[in-house]
């Protein structure tokens, strides 16, 4: 309710005095200072009174409960709408939707997925062929045997990732993170982009010795991006 307050601008009423207190015929409401051209409202304006008369009979009285509950949705629904309220980030199926999930197999072939959050997911023999992956998340995410292949995988995080056994044949990993416990063992690399990706040096030469290809996108032979002697 503090919230709904704050987004609506109101300001609690001042205390009753007693030449304001309002007969029992009548209801007293305090409102506030008209706004100025600018939106804001001078200090020094203060807020005035202006009485409604109250019909007691229960007729009046159901409508006005009606009216207060319309104010109420009004005002919840105007929270919904605000653009300032709504959740930004994750890409476009929401972090809700794949991060720290068991998306074991699921199709994302020639998905545009740029900055998607995966962190933590489980993507074991995933489908990312083709897809539109630059600036994903894909810490600590689990992608055993996942479909990369042809994938836009540039600034991708995989720091701490497992991507053991994954296809990467033809993928852009230009710029793309890693730490010393990224895990590339057993995949497919033919034709890989490793641009300017800060490998451990064991996994260098590792990959090194399979190291084959080029890349269709960039024109980079995977041998010369991994930097192999």
């Not at 199926?93 to 959050?117: A, E, H, M, N, P």
């Not at 995933?126 to 600034?155: H, I, M, Q, V």
């Not at 890693?178 to 034709?191: A, D, H, R």
Request: charged residues 20%.
């Amino acid at each position: 309710m503090a919230a709904l307050i704050a987004h609506l601008n109101l300001a609690p009423p001042p205390p009753l005095s007693p030449k304001t207190k309002p007969s029992s015929s009548k209801w007293l409401f305090f409102l506030p200072p008209p706004q100025s051209r600018s939106g804001t409202r001078s200090a020094s304006a203060s807020f005035h009174p202006v009485q409604c008369p109250v019909d007691s009979s229960p007729l009046s009285l159901g409508v006005g409960i009606g009216r207060t509950s319309a104010i109420v949705l009004l005002a919840a629904s105007l929270l919904v709408a605000d653009p300032a309220f709504a959740y930004k980030g994750g890409g476009p199926y929401g972090i809700g939707v794949t991060r720290g999930q068991d998306l074991s197999g699921k199709d994302f072939s020639g998905k545009v997925l740029i900055k998607q959050d995966f962190k933590t997911s489980i993507l074991r023999q995933a489908n990312f062929k083709a897809a539109k992956l630059l600036g994903a998340s894909f810490f600590d995410a689990d992608l055993t045997g996942a479909d990369l292949s042809d994938a836009d995988l540039r600034g991708a995080d995989f720091s701490l990732a497992n991507v053991t056994k994954a296809n990467l044949s033809n993928a852009n990993l230009e710029g793309a993170l890693t730490t010393g416990n990224t895990s590339f063992k057993g995949s497919n690399i033919y034709g890989a982009d490793f641009t300017d990706v800060p490998l451990r040096e064991d996994q260098r030469e590792y990959l090194c010795k399979f190291a084959d290809g080029v890349n269709s996108v960039t024109g980079n032979a995977t041998r010369e991006t991994l930097l192999c002697n």
